[in-house]
């Protein structure tokens, strides 16, 4: 056992857990960030102390003692006993690291030697930061990969008729390419407000120390921890130039959380579109057969894909509220509730990751029914809106309400006729004629 009395101590309060595995990571990143300032600006440690130090630190990052992490995320204290739990375990560590190398028996202090010029309030955001925007990385790669699945679809179906409807009610025929075209719109607005998003979540507090003043920090140390910690992560992070208030406030993470309903809100949006097309009542589409659908009724297919997808992003929405609710709660120079923020955002980046896939695998097995969409097309009246830029709104209407039960576009074209309706009229009423601009219209052809 590496961690020490005060992880015990916050066990006993909070219950034992395990901490999510990418704070332990980030955390052990800052730490290792801090020492390697400290030795630069300051040569601080002994020569042995410094190699274990960062060989902990290290074996830490790598996941080796992800079981020594025992005080859940969701915490009182504003993050202080998870920061206290690495403290210990890198401090008992690095211990036992400089013994079995030099067989020296040192102190190493958690607090005055592995937490100097760190506060919890600068180190724990920071490490917030960092795993949040790891995660953020990923939800765009993600969406931009549903993206391009959607327009690939498009160029595709670009040529495939489909009755386009609206309030559920047949309106006008389009191509089946400008279904997929539209709703891949929307993941490109989410893969844009999330990159946009990046740029000011990448600002980080990490030398502000208690209340963003830096005491009892010095500037060289300050300047040298932030550069270190853009060497261990290889992220583009930037000291706040006012950070007082990203010791105080986390409006940022509250723009993640919105970032991230708003993706799920246009994945719950798409996943009830397709469940309509799947469905039984329209079944231009098909879910794919990826598992039994009832343990009676032998034929069912469930859209457990769709429902998968439906589920998980509606748990997004509300851990989004909740994201904003923590916010401002927090008090005067601290929010005592990012503990609960981190805990949230992981979560939302978790089910929003697993949602995309599920989307993409959809999109990879769905079956596109086209003699159903041919059928529909043939039967739906709304191919008569074709006569409106000729006849005008009140007759074309007028035939609307007068056309009697017809089996296809054939049929419809001979009854249309029969009304008077000018041969070179019905020639172009195609469905296809209704699914881009059209020219300037001659009503002399009446």
């Known amino acids: 056992m590496l961690y020490g009395e005060q992880t015990r101590l916050a066990v006993k309060n909070f219950g034992e857990g395990r901490c999510n595995p990418k704070i332990v990571r980030s955390y052990a990143e800052v730490k290792k960030a801090a020492i390697l300032a400290l030795q630069r600006t300051e040569g601080y440690y002994s020569p042995e102390v410094y190699e274990g130090l960062v060989e902990a630190v290290n074996e830490i990052i790598g996941g080796k003692w992800d079981n020594e992490f025992v005080v859940p995320l969701a915490q009182g204290g504003a993050g202080t006993s998870l920061h206290m739990n ?19 028996d040192v102190v190493i202090h958690p607090l005055d030697d592995v ?11 920071t490490a917030i930061t960092i795993a ?3 995660d953020l990385f990923e939800v765009e790669r993600q969406t931009i ?26 309106a006008l025929p389009m191509m089946l390419g400008q279904v997929f075209g539209a709703w891949a719109g929307m993941f490109e607005r989410d893969r844009w407000r999330l990159h946009k998003i990046k740029e000011r979540l990448r600002l980080i507090s990490l030398g502000g120390t208690a209340l963003g003043t830096g005491f009892p920090a010095p500037q060289g140390y300050v300047f040298a921890v932030e550069q270190a910690l853009r060497e261990v992560t290889a992220l583009p992070l930037s000291r706040s130039q006012n950070l007082c208030d990203a010791v105080a406030h986390h409006d940022d993470w509250s723009e993640v959380a919105s970032g991230y309903v708003l993706l799920a809100k246009n994945l719950e949006k798409l996943a009830g579109d397709f469940l309509l097309y799947t469905s039984s009542l329209c079944k231009e589409m098909a879910h794919p057969e990826l598992q039994y659908g009832s343990t009676i009724m032998a034929q069912k ?3 457990v894909l769709l429902e998968w997808v439906k589920g998980m992003v509606l748990r997004v929405t509300h851990l989004g509220r909740l994201v904003e609710d923590y916010h401002v709660e927090g008090n005067l120079q601290l929010n005592a509730f990012v503990p609960f923020m981190a805990d949230a955002l992981l979560e939302m980046a978790d089910l929003l990751g697993r949602s995309l896939n599920g989307m993409l695998r959809f999109l990879e097995e769905v079956k596109i029914n086209t003699e159903v969409i041919s059928e529909h097309l043939d039967h739906s009246r709304a191919v008569l809106n074709l006569l409106l830029p000729v006849l005008g709104y009140s007759k074309t209407k007028e035939l609307v309400q007068r056309i009697p039960s017809l089996q296809n576009l054939a049929e419809l074209r001979e009854w249309l006729r ?24 001659d009503r002399r052809m009446l």
């Open 132 to 134: 949040v925007l790891r």
């Open 418 to 441: 029969q009304e008077g309706v000018p041969q070179e009229v019905v020639e172009n009423l195609t469905p296809d004629g209704l699914t881009r601009f059209i020219k300037r219209v």
């Open 145 to 170: 990969a549903l993206q391009a699945a959607l327009v690939e679809k498009e160029k595709i179906y670009s040529t495939q008729l489909i009755m386009g409807r609206t309030e559920l009610q047949d």
């Open 86 to 104: 690495v403290n210990e375990v890198v401090a008992k560590r690095a211990m036992e690291i400089v013994k079995e190398k030099y067989g020296n």
């Open 301 to 303: 297919v469930n859209p």
């Open 115 to 125: 937490n100097r010029y760190q506060s919890t309030n600068d180190t724990f955001p």
